[in-house]
């Protein structure tokens, strides 16, 4: 097995394909489906068989020769592996339609994670709850609210221009990952995850393969 | 070059690439820079120049022996070749928090895209319009607004259960993409292309990312 001491961090693309992977188990598992070998899995959930086998062989050993992987056992490794074998909570500086809609999204309350509070500057959103019950609170309390609620990752929901000073209470805060929704680039952090994410991105690739169909 | 007739299907790890790269064009030519090399844009935008001038290669000649790429024309190009110098018309079903946000949001009416309408079953919001002015419809009226509307993309932002008949009342309106924020796989549609976005993806990397740093 590598030492993970010494392992530079894994890619993106490997920890997304990583993702994937335990979607399928977690599908196979509800199905009580026992040993799944990895044709059968690029085969039914349109992963790749070689760079499934790949991918582990990063992690150490996975999978019995002739067996397959044991679906349940594969599944808990992966979730121990990637962090998600215990709830991370998560707060959210924003309130509005983006804000509320993460705190309420079944995605953002799922295996590993647990959305523990909303900010905003808005008077008359603060004191009341999102549609699922997640409190809103004033963003001046954020790094005290975020410290107390022992949050891991902070999301931004907010306009642009408020992004430098919502970090900054946010790793304030304690907060060790940040997650950009906001449209402008977080600078890097330094001891703090920053994953910016662009929406954009998933309407440029619809574009493009409407382009290769010739529309 | 290559003929575009037999290419497969570009790889979404390359439609990515291309996606960042374009971003960092746009970054230059505002920026009024003329000229950039493959290693200058690895340097300040964290792409790698190798893989830049090996997925450029799949589509043809780009940049210059000792000069670099010339930012508006590789710009131009990328655009051309992404199908984004024309606007896709999209269009939003489910008004909800997320749908509204995606409305109103600058990367969904940002270069390539504009949103025309949204959808909802609920009779207080129809006829209503989101904060940014997009007009809300009743859902039953989708494949006809859709096709009077010339709409190519559709979002999915409704609920799971509505899922199914959404994308069907979508295709039927003449819509050949749908991008799907619903927290169920839609499956794949003849002639149609179809993303599934799962935004926990974004969260499960970044505690992978967490795990590794001993977190």
Same mark, same amino acid.
């Given at each position: 097995m590598p030492d993970e001491g010494v392992r530079a961090a894994t890619s993106e693309a490997t920890t997304h394909?990583? !993702?994937?992977?335990?979607? +399928?188990? $977690?599908v196979l598992e509800a199905?009580?489906?026992?040993?799944? !070998?990895s044709h059968d899995? +690029?085969? $039914?959930?349109?992963?790749?068989?070689a760079q499934i086998r790949k991918d582990l062989a990063l992690f150490g050993e996975f999978g019995v020769r002739g067996v397959g992987y044991r679906?349940?056992?594969?599944?808990?490794?992966l979730r121990n592996l990637m962090g998600l074998d215990r709830s991370r909570t998560v707060v959210i500086a924003g309130a509005g339609n983006l804000g509320q809609a993460l705190a309420d999204s079944r995605n953002f309350n799922s295996d590993g994670f647990h959305v523990a509070a909303l900010f905003d500057l808005d008077g008359r959103k603060v004191g009341s709850k999102s549609r699922s019950g997640v409190s809103i609170h004033h963003a001046s309390?954020?790094?005290?609210a975020a410290r107390e609620l022992k949050a891991e990752i902070g999301v931004l929901a907010v306009p642009a221009e408020a992004v430098p000073d919502v970090a900054r209470a946010l790793v304030d805060g304690g907060v060790v990952a940040i997650l950009n929704f906001a449209p402008v680039t977080l600078p890097a952090i330094e001891n703090?995850?920053?994953k910016n994410v662009d929406l954009t991105l998933f309407l440029e690739n619809l574009s493009f393969q409407l382009k290769e169909r010739g529309r």
């Open positions: 394909r990583l !993702s994937l992977l335990l979607r +399928a188990l $977690r199905e009580g489906v026992g040993t799944v !070998s899995l +690029a085969a $039914r959930f349109g992963l790749h068989s679906v349940a056992e594969l599944k808990d490794r309390e954020i790094p005290q703090v995850v920053v």
